[in-house]
């Protein structure tokens, strides 16, 4: 009875958990063969012969047969009185196998084996599942919404296993149900508390690289290499590709026939804007095409200090910034470079730089207007004052301060 028993635990596991054949017939050889060492001293002389699809197992233990009076270890060797019981024929010196009953061990061994069985699984299920999203980390998987929390969603794969994708790694648009599908790729696995935890990223730039190859077969062949991107995750995004194939234009070939291959990415991204840029080792060329839409009249480049100031046409100033300065911010991550943007010389005599107002308006604030590409008084003027507090962070009270002093000096 406890034999039936036992092998239906083992049918159990096999049946739930994800176990190779030769693996669970290794593991279940293993915790046995511990059990003999414990109650026999050794497993040198046992056989243990598991089949997997019948559901048995059995054990058989050789012993050297000698004479009555010579038995030094009952587990090595057997009388020659007892094994004549077992085949008349045996002879002082021959091998005698018995199958070793699962009735052979108490009730106390047998739970034994089933608790050191049952840890040996979950020991090899949890190694299993790190090593197979270890190998995973940057491709894109896919799971069902399970359980919503406020810091972190659990999504579950096809084949149950808890993956984490935490609030940071959701785009902010993000908005998910219990049951929803969930594409995101794989950004790194922690063994926790001797779990592993795979974590995964929707706002990674991997994700974004793994959906173009996804979307665009000449990305996925190789034919068009993508050589960088960076992203605001929700907002804005900037891929730069290469082509090494003049015939393939590596900018059309990513965006498609009227958008028809970037559309599926920007709708799973929630309309977040992506811009394709023709990669170059030009660097100029480079930062021009980088701060697209934007027009540049001139660029002078730094590369010692890795800066770059950017002149522009009183209309292109707020292109090359962008919503939030987004499009500044990026063109810089993008292409490596500290992107300083002024206005023309001689755009406008009359303007005032901001510096000039130090006495007026801390430098700290002069510094943070700057950094969004307004240097001049008009320049700020030139923006609506909601415009100015979505893109410096400043107070509401504080903006309107500011624009009050500068319109004064053209009153």
Not at 5 to 23: A, G, P, Q, W
Not at 97 to 107: A, N, Q
Not at 287 to 302: E, G
């Amino acid at each position: 009875m406890e034999k039936i028993n036992l092998v239906d635990t083992f049918s159990e596991f096999k049946e739930f958990k994800n176990i190779d054949r030769e693996m669970m017939m290794a593991i279940l050889e293993e915790v046995f063969r511990h059990m003999l060492k414990k109650k026999y001293g050794t497993d040198e002389n046992f056989d243990i012969i598991v089949n997997i699809d019948r559901g048995d197992l059995e054990i058989w233990r050789f012993r050297d047969i000698v004479e009555d009076d010579k038995v030094e270890d009952e587990n090595l060797e057997i009388a020659y009185s007892e094994a004549v019981k077992i085949e008349p024929d045996f002879e002082v010196g021959e091998e005698v196998s018995e199958e070793i009953k699962m009735e052979d061990f108490g009730r106390r061994e047998i739970l034994s084996i089933r608790q050191n069985l049952a840890a040996k699984i979950a020991e090899y299920e949890k190694d299993n599942i790190y090593k197979k999203y270890h190998d995973k980390i940057g491709e894109v998987v896919a799971g069902e919404v399970y359980q919503i929390w406020k810091r972190e969603i659990l999504v579950r794969d096809d084949e149950d296993i808890e993956l984490i994708l935490p609030k940071s790694e959701q785009i902010p648009a993000d908005f998910f149900h219990k049951g929803d599908t969930v594409r995101a790729v794989v950004l790194r696995v922690e063994m926790r508390n001797n779990n592993p935890t795979i974590i995964i990223s929707r706002t990674s730039p991997v994700f974004l690289e793994r959906l173009f190859e996804q979307e665009v077969p000449e990305v996925y062949d190789g034919l068009i290499t993508v050589k960088n991107i960076v992203r605001v995750p929700g907002e804005r995004a900037k891929i730069a590709v290469e082509s090494y194939d003049d015939r393939i234009d590596p900018v059309g070939a990513c965006v498609g026939m009227k958008g028809s291959r970037i559309h599926g990415i920007v709708r799973e991204l929630k309309n977040e804007s992506i811009d394709v840029i023709n990669y170059t080792n030009n660097v100029s060329l480079y930062i021009t095409r980088a701060l697209s839409p934007a027009k540049i009249s001139a660029i002078n480049i730094d590369e010692e200090n890795g800066r770059a100031e950017v002149y522009l046409k009183h209309d292109q100033v707020s292109l090359a910034i962008g919503k939030g300065g987004h499009n500044i911010r990026l063109a810089g991550r993008l292409t490596g470079y500290e992107i300083d943007v002024f206005r023309e010389d001689g755009a406008d005599s009359e303007d005032v730089a901001l510096d000039d107002f130090v006495d007026e308006i801390d430098q700290w604030i002069i510094d943070v207007l700057k950094n969004i590409g307004c240097d001049t008084a008009k320049s700020v003027l030139d923006l609506s004052e909601k415009e100015l507090v979505n893109r410096t962070d400043l107070e509401e009270e504080t903006i309107k301060e500011v624009l009050r002093i500068l319109k004064s000096e053209f009153e």
